[in-house]
């Protein structure tokens, strides 16, 4: 197999800045394409992993799992895309693609482990994945998506992490018209949260401790906000069918619980470092389900990118260069962002 030589951004530890490295890909292979990236958004979990707040980083890591760029090189037996498309990869470029999950276009429960996009082994060319913050990539077309020309390509580069995470799960329980749907945080994943349940048909309540965010999530969308630190906001607020926790950080898990009405659901999506705790009666008290998310396969990828385009949803960015890009992580780790840094991966030649 033929390699190629590009240029990249990532770290050599937990503790280094990042910076500019020489990386390899893979030549395009039959069903490979090969797409020029435009712009890369930053996630939380690409700061967990630069960090290695999750164990098992392999150094050098080039974080990016929100991809969106053109192709420039397609293999002789691709038969979704063409040169010149507006393409977009995700967290996941490879699974078994035998399970049932992945013949489901679940590949995110893949039986067998799906490859991330970054900083996994790949078991079929060999060698740890390298993500988005880089000149280019080359993904199998099963695992790479057609970006809707309508969207704006910076903005919409969130879509394929954060937007993907929040819709999957509105979607699988049901978010639409003459439902109560509640919003836990109001960041990266929370702001599109908003967007896409109002967009939905949903009736919208956010829960945020500041009020400053209170007052933006209303023009985000929101039809009602409340103050989870008021006592009498919190306890006269409707009841809600489902209530998606977008935080990361510890927080009490119970209280959200009893606004929930019979049947409801509280759906984690934010992935706190330390464990959260439930009241049994919190949940047998009115047969009540606290559940999780995980992202959502490639099919499904596609289908909020096509949503998105359809109700002109794009994410809140801040556009960066590449050599703002450890001022960005700098700020990310103290939640300083509206809502989501993208960078113009332009700046990285």
Same mark, same amino acid.
């Given at each position: 197999m033929s390699t190629t030589n590009i240029n990249a951004y990532g770290a050599e530890s937990a503790i280094a800045p990042l910076q500019n490295l020489n990386i390899t890909r893979r030549t395009p292979t039959p069903h490979d394409v090969?797409?020029?990236?435009?712009?890369c958004g930053i996630c939380h979990s690409d700061l967990h992993a630069v960090h290695n707040d999750w164990g098992g980083t392999v150094y050098p890591i080039v974080p990016g799992h929100e991809i969106v760029g053109r192709v420039t090189k397609v293999g002789d037996h691709v038969t979704k895309f063409k040169v010149g498309d507006l393409a977009g990869v995700g967290c996941i470029v490879d699974s078994c693609r035998e399970c049932d999950h992945c013949h489901d276009g679940n590949e995110q429960f893949?039986?067998?482990?799906?490859?991330?996009?970054?900083?996994?082994?790949?078991?079929?060319?060999?060698?740890?994945?390298y993500g988005g913050f880089s000149e280019s990539i080359v993904v199998d077309e099963n695992y790479v998506v057609h970006v809707p020309e309508t969207l704006d390509l910076s903005s919409a580069a969130p879509i394929l992490c954060a937007g993907i995470t929040v819709y999957s799960p509105l979607k699988h329980w049901g978010a639409g018209e003459?439902?109560? #749907?509640?919003? %836990?945080? $109001?960041?990266?994943l929370g702001h599109l949260a908003i967007k896409i349940a109002k967009a939905m048909g949903a009736f919208v309540t956010v829960f945020t401790t500041n009020q400053a965010k209170a007052d933006d999530a209303k023009r985000l969308g929101a039809d009602a906000v409340v103050l989870s630190t008021d006592a009498e906001q919190m306890k006269n607020c409707p009841k809600q069918n489902m209530i998606l926790d977008t935080v990361s950080a510890k927080h009490d898990v119970n209280t959200y619980l009893n606004l929930l009405k019979v049947d409801g659901s509280l759906v984690m999506v934010g992935l706190p470092n330390q464990p959260l705790e439930i009241g049994a009666f919190n949940v047998v008290n009115g047969r009540k389900s606290f559940s999780g998310s995980n992202i959502g396969g490639i099919a499904e990828t596609q289908e909020v990118l096509d949503f998105c385009a359809a109700?002109?949803?794009?994410?809140? #960015?801040?556009? %960066?260069? $590449?050599?703002q890009i450890n001022e960005a992580f700098t700020r990310?780790?103290?939640?300083?962002?509206?809502?989501?840094?993208v960078i113009d991966m332009a700046s990285l030649k």
């Open positions: 090969q797409i020029e990236i435009l712009y893949c039986d067998n482990g799906w490859t991330v996009v970054f900083n996994a082994p790949d078991r079929k060319h060999g060698g740890i994945t003459g439902k109560n #749907i509640g919003i %836990i945080g $109001i960041g990266g109700h002109g949803i794009t994410a809140d #960015i801040e556009l %960066i260069t $590449i050599a990310l780790e103290k939640g300083d962002v509206h809502y989501r840094f």
